[in-house]
């Protein structure tokens, strides 16, 4: 690469460009590359390195690294206070070293294990306000001489481009963050619908545990709502402008689990190409929400415990301790006491989630908000139609009223999508609604027939029933009817349902 004169009318043009880049240039990477590529043109540098620190684990690692052994370096990482960049990086004061081995502070292993010969170093600060989050530094001449007096100025105007371009990259993640939080908080807002006593039993509690730190567990079946419960109590709290961060215990195996909660670092194992943070680490400060805990394996809920009883965590493959301020709401659709007394959720992990339990009732148990969710489902939904004037007739109403709705308001919301999508575009009719209504007529019930007979009769017809409700998913309908499937298959054999 050609080296370019170091010229005050170089050196400005050259601010100017990269100031344009800052502006322009989206991919934060690759202007960080830009920036110490271009210092070490400038000024002829054999190598540059930019170097990030980590306030977590008090490491600078190297983020951009130019020159010969580029790929080695950036394998390294450095302690603060350790080295020239790490004495940088601690005190914020720039140093320039014209013979490292004449400087008790220099740090020789990274240079010697990489076969890299160092004569001077020239490191600045990069600054965010008060905030050093990281340092810029260059490495001896192409010449062969040693770094200049007059180059620590140039090089400070570029760790400050750096550090301005590192915080116009935060300042659009933060906006794009907000926004999303915004959109989510807006969608989420109404969303907690209904009069009934119950719900705002919940509601109330929900309020009253925000303002606290403490630990909350919501209970209740599946599709009642409990994410929305959380979220809720996450906005009413004083966390409520920190991020809340969701994580399905069920959705990833024990793993991938590990890395999602805690983070991994680089080559912790196949795959892991880069520093990855975990979902404890970005939920510093705010709410961590963690669904289906129920569903963790116990070497999972063990090293949940450890983190809920020391506040520290490592990252997969890393041995600094981290440490944060997370406040932890969980839910479950299981029957976790249950758990708890079989033995299969740990009883102390158990005791450390549930400080506070919050129970979702059911929406068969506040039947008096059905027609209230129906509005507001019809009211989302002729509009994403474009369907203004669409309306629910009586007899639907009375139809969902009748019905248990085993999958909660989730099974209720999609039963509307699908009858406005399917109906007649002016108004919903009972028989748009796709739910499958018990029968209550006793049928074949009648004088004359012994008790077993009259029990394999209802048997037979409960069966046929929920087999036809979950369309033949003899799983779901084991669940439902609260037998085992085997059970189940061996009744539909008996009765003869394989048609069903």
């Known amino acids: 690469m050609k080296n370019e004169p170091s010229t005050p009318e170089a050196s400005i043009d050259r601010i100017k460009e990269i100031s344009a880049w800052i502006s322009s240039v989206h991919d934060l990477d690759r202007l960080l590359e830009l920036i ?30 130019t020159g010969e052994k580029k790929k080695e370096v950036k394998a390294y990482e450095v302690n603060l206070g350790q080295g020239i960049a790490g004495y940088v990086a601690e005190t914020g004061a720039p140093l320039l070293i014209s013979d490292v081995k004449k400087d008790p502070r220099w740090y020789k292993e990274i240079s010697e294990s990489i076969g890299y010969e160092t004569r001077s170093i020239a490191c600045v600060p990069m600054k965010m306000g008060d905030e050093i989050i990281g340092v810029l530094e260059l490495v001896d001449r192409t010449d062969g001489s040693s770094i200049g007096n007059a180059d620590v100025p140039i090089l400070t105007v570029f760790a400050e481009l750096a550090a301005q371009a590192i915080g116009n990259a935060r300042k659009i993640e933060k906006v794009k963050r907000e926004n999303q939080d915004l959109r989510e908080e807006l969608a989420s807002k109404y969303q ?27 209970l209740g079946e599946s599709g009642t709502g409990k994410e929305l419960l959380a979220r809720l109590i996450h906005q009413a709290g004083p966390r409520k402008d920190k991020p809340m961060i969701v994580l399905n215990c069920a959705a990833l195996q024990d793993t991938l689990l590990e890395a999602e909660l805690f983070g991994h670092e680089k080559g912790a194992f196949t795959g892991a190409v880069a520093r990855k943070i975990g979902k404890f680490e970005l939920a510093d400060e705010g709410t961590i929400f963690l669904d289906e805990i129920g569903e963790m394996s116990p070497g999972m809920q063990a090293k949940l415990l450890r983190v809920l009883q020391e506040g520290v965590f490592y990252r997969v493959g890393g041995n600094v301790p981290i440490s944060v301020d997370v406040r932890v709401i969980s839910a479950t659709n299981r029957d976790i006491v249950k758990e708890v007394q079989a033995g299969s959720f740990r009883e ?6 549930n400080v506070v339990q919050i129970q979702m009732p059911s929406l068969r148990e506040r039947k008096d908000d059905i027609p209230l969710l129906a509005e507001y489902f019809l009211s989302i939904f002729k509009k994403e139609r474009g369907l203004p004037d669409l309306t629910i007739s009586t007899g639907a109403i009375d139809k969902m009223l009748r019905y248990d709705w085993p999958g909660n308001i989730r099974e209720m919301r999609n039963a509307m999508e699908r009858a406005v999508v399917m109906g007649n575009g002016k108004e919903i009719l009972p028989e748009d609604l796709p739910i499958l209504m018990p029968k209550t007529d006793n049928g074949e019930m009648i004088p004359g027939i012994t008790l077993e007979d009259a029990l394999n009769r209802f048997k037979k017809k409960f069966i046929t029933m929920n087999l036809e409700h979950t369309a033949g998913n003899r799983s779901r309908a084991a669940k439902i009817m609260g037998i085992q499937r085997t059970y189940l298959s061996r009744l539909i054999s008996k009765y003869n349902l394989r048609d069903v």
Do not use: P, Q, W
Request: avoid cysteine; glycine fraction near 4%.
């Open 36 to 65: 110490t590529e271009t210092a070490a043109r400038m000024m002829n540098a054999r190598a540059g390195s930019l170097l990030l620190l980590d306030h977590k684990t008090r490491k600078l690692y190297f983020k951009v690294a």
């Open 192 to 218: 907690i619908i209904g009069e009934s006593g119950s719900l705002k039993k919940v509601i109330s509690d929900a309020f009253k545990v925000a303002n606290s730190k403490t630990n909350t567990l919501i």
């Open 348 to 353: 102390d992990l158990f005791y450390r989630l």
